[in-house]
């Protein structure tokens, strides 16, 4: 690959860190092309963008947005696939579901979800447990409408009991 080669893809890497708020790295050793290309189908369907990359070359993207990959070390060795997303619980749960029929592969490394770095198994099942933006604010409406739920569920009631 020549120099103007990786400039171009680091440019391209720097602007794709730069639309998505979460990414997720994975080790894609071991994963023939068959379950490579399964994952990335996965992956468009969900909305989820996946490349594998050189590991240098991620380090100078994030470099290039001011990103500071020192939490994301031990992450960035061996072969490396991202995930993109704007969800941050999104591809966590997709690898989880694509678990079910790959053995745990890719692994997960690490990643980066609303600026803070979550590296190892332990991160990965906190990671699959995090809602989503939708999630937390469906909730809130849910809290919210059931005292007025109830409100109006005794005002009936005794609006029945007054007519008998």
Excluded: W
């Amino acid at each position: 690959m020549t120099r103007e080669e990786k400039a171009l893809i680091i440019d391209q890497l720097s602007v794709t860190f730069a639309e998505s708020p979460t990414f997720y790295i994975t080790d894609v050793e071991g994963m023939t092309v068959a379950q490579v290309n399964q994952l990335r189908k996965l992956c468009y369907t969900k909305g989820i963008g996946y490349k594998v990359i050189k590991n240098t070359l991620i380090k100078k993207a994030l470099e290039k947005n001011n990103i500071d990959h020192v939490p994301l070390a031990k992450a960035l060795k061996g072969s490396s696939g991202v995930m993109f997303s704007t969800v941050g619980n999104a591809p966590a749960k997709l690898l989880k579901e694509f678990y079910k029929t790959s053995k745990n592969k890719p692994a997960f490394k690490g990643a980066s979800v609303a600026q803070d770095f979550y590296v190892g198994e332990k991160a990965f099942d906190s990671l699959v447990n995090l809602k989503s933006r939708e999630e937390m604010i469906g909730e809130i409406i849910g809290m919210l409408q059931s005292p007025a739920q109830r409100v109006i569920s005794a005002l009936v009631r005794s609006k029945e009991g007054s007519a008998e």
